[in-house]
């Protein structure tokens, strides 16, 4: 199976900062990769799929990006209900895969 | 469309897990219905899907005690997981989307803890 390994582990930042999440699949998924957003309490929410589509009602602030084996998601201005855990998920293979995700901290 | 998930928070070892999913809202494009559990301090492992024509696609590391099936009249689906052990304690999400791709929506998932 593909095996998605997401950098960092934490990042803590300050609103209005950037946030940059990294995301490398063991093989190629050409551009078959998602991006969810998981809160405490919550339901996980899509925010991009196909690697750089966003998701209806995802801000634009969300940007997915990359192909073959490396992806990003970047949150361009950090709003303070971006505090969350996001992970990446591959549609290439099966059995569909998850990143062990970032936590995104707002200081 | 919302899901929400409903059934036992304890089950023992070597019995099996029973969950269901209620749907409501539209949701008549969405096609594939899936489970997806999180071990505590773990990631997410997609356990499989059942397709509205009620195909199975299940990953192979639990396909020998998984089954997900529909009851479309009664806007649920169900996942059946056999002789639990301690590492089956997850929380399990119901999902649901119109392709196969992606999970476009989410239940809030509660947590199964496999435990005499």
């Known amino acids: 199976e593909i095996v998605l390994t997401q950098s960092p582990a934490t990042l803590s930042l300050s609103p209005g900062e950037r946030a940059t999440l990294s995301c490398r699949a063991s093989q190629g998924v050409g551009g078959c990769l998602a991006w969810y957003q998981d809160k405490p309490g919550q339901a996980p929410r899509l925010l991009i799929y196909g690697a750089s589509n966003r998701a209806g009602g995802i801000p634009a602030r969300f940007t997915g990006s990359g192909s073959g084996t490396d992806f990003t998601l970047t949150i361009s201005s950090l709003e303070p209900e971006d505090s969350a855990v996001y992970y990446c998920q591959q549609c290439d293979n099966w059995p569909r895969t998850f990143g062990q995700g970032t936590k995104v901290e707002i200081k | 469309v919302q899901l929400q998930e409903s059934g036992p928070g304890l089950v023992n070892p070597s019995e099996t897990l029973s969950l269901t999913c209620t749907v409501s809202?539209?949701?008549?494009?969405?096609?594939?219905w899936s489970w997806i559990r999180q071990p505590p301090g773990k990631g997410l492992e997609w356990i499989g899907y059942?397709?509205?024509?009620?195909?199975?696609n299940y990953n192979p590391s639990l396909s020998r005690r998984v089954a997900i099936s529909l009851d479309t009249p009664r806007k649920q689906f169900s996942l059946t997981l056999r002789s639990v052990t301690a590492a089956d304690t997850a929380v399990y999400f119901c999902?649901?989307?119109?392709?196969?791709?992606?999970?476009?929506?989410w239940g809030q998932g509660p947590l199964v803890t496999v435990s005499s």
């Open positions: 999902a649901a989307a119109g392709n196969p791709h992606y999970f476009d929506f």
């Open positions: 059942v397709f509205y024509r009620g195909t199975t």
């Open positions: 809202g539209d949701f008549r494009n969405t096609d594939y």
